[in-house]
């Protein structure tokens, strides 16, 4: 009979153990990594970019962007706002579902959410002004001039922050 009783103890322990764990993994708290630039072109025409990449730690697993293009007066009408939406929607239309549009008085927002494995292109956007507004929206991965984001990237929370203040965002 004491030899049952002194099995029983060290079951007990592990089982409690065992159960602190698990709820310790359940429990870890993914960070988030929040950047944001905002860019000035000709003629008072402005985009912020606002990131919060979710990692849990050695990589990214989530992505939400949101792109504010700022008009002037002078280009916010039907015509204009179209146009940019024609464009974006271009290179857009590969995330599908994932993408959202809203129009306000002067403002483009687009709002991107992704948590699989699909490419977000940040600071890809420029405008021009000759005659009319003109967009220029750079979907080249590859390129040097913009910085690409997927999830699953290996990324820790400090390498990520640095990447992004190296390319002129601000992090936190």
Do not use: C, W
């Given at each position: ?34 950047c944001e630039k905002t860019k000035s072109f000709d003629q008072d025409i402005r985009i912020k970019e606002e ?61 991107i959410s992704v948590n699989k494995n699909e490419i977000v292109l940040l600071d890809n956007i420029e405008f ?33 922050m640095k990447h992004f203040k190296n390319r002129g965002y601000t992090c936190k």
């Open positions: 009979m004491s030899s049952r009783k002194s099995k029983t103890f060290p079951v007990i322990i592990t089982f409690i153990f065992i159960v602190i764990i698990v709820y310790l993994f359940a429990n870890l708290k993914q960070s988030q990594v929040t990131l919060v990449a979710g990692t849990d730690g050695k990589k990214v697993n989530s992505i939400n962007l949101k792109k504010t293009i700022i008009l002037p007066e002078k280009y916010a009408d039907q015509t204009h706002f179209n146009s940019i939406k024609f464009a974006l929607e271009k290179t857009l239309d590969y995330l599908g579902d994932n993408v959202k549009y809203s129009f306000n008085d002067n403002k483009i927002i687009i709002k021009f002004v000759n005659n009319d507004l003109q967009i220029k929206i750079n979907s080249n991965t590859k390129s040097s001039e913009i910085i690409a984001l997927s999830v699953g990237d290996n990324y820790t929370d400090g390498e990520l």
